[in-house]
T-cell receptor, first 111, second 111 residues
Framework: GEDVEQSLFLSVREGDSSVINCTYT??????LYWYKQEPGAGLQLLTY?????DMKQDQRLTVLLNKKDKHLSLRIADTQTGDSAIYFC???????????FGRGTSLIVHP | DAGITQSPRHKVTETGTPVTLRCHQT?????MYWYRQDPGHGLRLIHY???????DKGEVSDGYSVSRSKTEDFLLTLESATSSQTSVYFC??????????FGPGTRLTVL
């Protein structure tokens, strides 16, 4: 089955850009998602991209997809302390829409 | 926020007792899902439903059963709780089958 890998931690300074990376194994993956989880809360869908796209931008968020390398990234511009959270990458193939989740990257933003 | 509630939000129970968790939605979405979240594992799918009385197993379904008799409610039952089922349980809903919205979670402790 699909395997989704993320680094566990990322520490950045407030105002810098953050880049969270994700790799996956199934080349037929069609839907790729980024979720945010704040402490004690559920997962919030941040953005998603289809496999026929290379990039998607939504305000401070930029998603880049490299299908050849099976690599997905989430860039957060002008990172704020409120962006501190766990970010999950999730990937679904066209046959089943049910995503496989990575283990999450804990983003720590310090002043 | 999607109208999803989970009850109870916290529960402590003893090994061998039955436990039922409830997910309730007000969005009239077709798809509903149960996940568990454990440190180091990300989110893993337990069961899902693609309509009233239509359910299927996920990655970690052993020891769990589900029922969906109404569009708005999806119940997760642990017939005889074990300590390995101590976890945070999340319900999710989807209208189209590929964008999921999560509830606030239920923290279950099995002693």
């Amino acid at each position: 089955g699909e395997d989704v890998e993320q680094s566990l931690f990322l520490s950045v300074r407030e105002g810098d850009s953050s880049v969270i990376n994700c790799t996956y194994t199934d080349s037929s993956s069609t839907y790729l998602y980024w979720y945010k989880q704040e402490p004690g809360a559920g997962l919030q869908l941040l953005t998603y991209i289809f496999s026929n796209m290379d990039m998607k931008q939504d305000q401070r968020l930029t998603v880049l997809l490299n299908k050849k390398d099976k690599h997905l990234s989430l860039r957060i511009a002008d990172t704020q302390t409120g962006d501190s959270a766990i970010y999950f990458c999730a990937v679904a193939s066209g046959g089943s829409y049910i995503p496989t989740f990575g283990r999450g990257t804990s983003l720590i933003v310090h002043p | 926020d999607a109208g999803i509630t989970q009850s109870p939000r916290h529960k402590v129970t003893e090994t061998g007792t039955p436990v039922t968790l409830r997910c309730h939605q007000t969005e009239n979405h077709r798809y509903m899902y149960w996940y568990r979240q454990d440190p180091g594992h990300g989110l893993r799918l337990i069961h899902y439903s693609y309509g009233v009385k239509d359910t299927d197993k996920g990655e970690v379904s052993d020891g769990y059963s589900v029922s969906r008799s109404k569009t708005e409610d999806f119940l997760l039952t642990l017939e005889s709780a074990t300590s390995s089922q101590t976890s945070v349980y999340f319900c999710a809903i989807s209208e189209d089958g590929y964008t999921q919205y999560f509830g606030p979670g239920t923290r279950l402790t099995v002693l």
